[in-house]
């Protein structure tokens, strides 16, 4: 499936993906781009039978060419796996899978992200996943980084039960209406996460819109314990896992919100979301 490591030129704009089931070597792909195309999309666990899936968007700099070949706790597969067990940890029970969606072309890196284009493209595709996937499960859209403003911008006419955002730059748009209706919000930022300092603006194709924290699209912020930096939300046992994938698992009453308790060392349950003037991201 992989020739390079290299991310692969943009060449107009994409087909919109295929979504069907093949098994190559022994990975269940629901979709993707030829060898030394930009989009894949694996599915872990069964899908079919899940009463929990969870579609996990990550952000800069991943693709086909490095999908099945980067290690490391950032990459995207890794933290799909890592979600997967957690989930199943909770709670064994119930059937759950995750959806890996590199279905888009990713900006390869910061200053690539400026523009909102590439999100643009991809939401429609990551929409029409949402409606491929069971009907009668309960269906978690987690987006990290620029992998929120994809997310954001497909909300509207995605089916989606919950939508996670994580350090993210920008859910895309500047109203709530704009995200569509019977979708929970949900968005955590650790305090050392350089992600606040991001301009927040749209102006045609550049701008990645407002952070979901922002009063205008007031979504409810859940604890990330001790996690640091920008990549830290997927970290193993940390309380920002744990919460994600209690959402994920419609275990809403479980989340812990707020900001960490530095003298306690515990997230403070159902503390309130920081007034405007002390938030860390206003637009």
Known sequence: MTTTTLPPRAQGPADPLQYRPQEIDGRTILAGDPPGGARVVEALGDVATADHVAVLVPGNGHHLGNYFTEEGPDSPRARGELLLRTMQALDPDPHVAVVVWVGYRAPADLAAAASNVPAAEGAPDLA????????????????????????????ATARVDDFVALGSPGLGVWRRDELGTGTRLWAAQAETDWIRYFPHARLGTLGLGRPPLHPALGATRFATGDVTGHSGYFRERSESLLNIARIALGRHDDVTTGLLDRQAGTARPGLAPQPASRRAVVA
């Open 128 to 155: 029409r996943l949402t409606f491929y996937l069971p009907r009668s499960a309960h269906l978690t859209l987690i987006g990290h980084s620029y992998g929120s403003t994809v997310g954001g911008l497909a909300l």
